[in-house]
């Protein structure tokens, strides 16, 4: 009897926009550097008692992410001992799949990033 040897493939994966934050090992939208596909900074502005952070429409859209960069900014992280680099913490527990892209294997959390109006609309 031949034994058949099956090998299961992560390429995508849905998260709410905080758990992803989490499995990502990222800043939040809130924080600095927090937009999980690109690298736009994002500027705190006073907002009622409080602030918010906005990312405001630029003319020279913010570099992107990659998978090697996310890499390389949670090392970068974790050598210099700091809170983040570039948004990002540390490195993600996700690596541990060989297939699975660290950017582009993440859909857009429908619920918080538009019925909740954090995508920009439009017209």
Not at 11 to 38: H, T
Not at 75 to 90: D, I, M, N, Q
Request: proline share 3%; with cysteine.
């Amino acid at each position: 009897m031949q034994e058949k040897c099956s090998k299961v493939f992560t390429l995508f994966s849905i998260f709410d926009s905080p758990a992803r934050c989490l499995v990502q090992n990222v800043k939040q939208f809130n924080g600095e550097y927090g937009c999980n596909w690109c690298y736009a900074k994002g500027e705190q502005v006073e907002r009622g008692l409080g602030t918010a952070r906005v990312y405001p429409v630029q003319n020279e859209p913010s570099n992107k992410r990659t998978h090697d960069s996310m890499i390389a900014d949670g090392l970068e992280a974790s050598k210099e001992g700091r809170s983040s680099h570039k948004g990002v913490k540390g490195l993600s527990p996700l690596l541990a799949f060989t297939y699975f892209n660290m950017v582009s294997g993440f859909g857009v959390d429908y619920m918080h990033c538009v019925l909740l109006g954090v995508c920009l609309a439009t017209f």
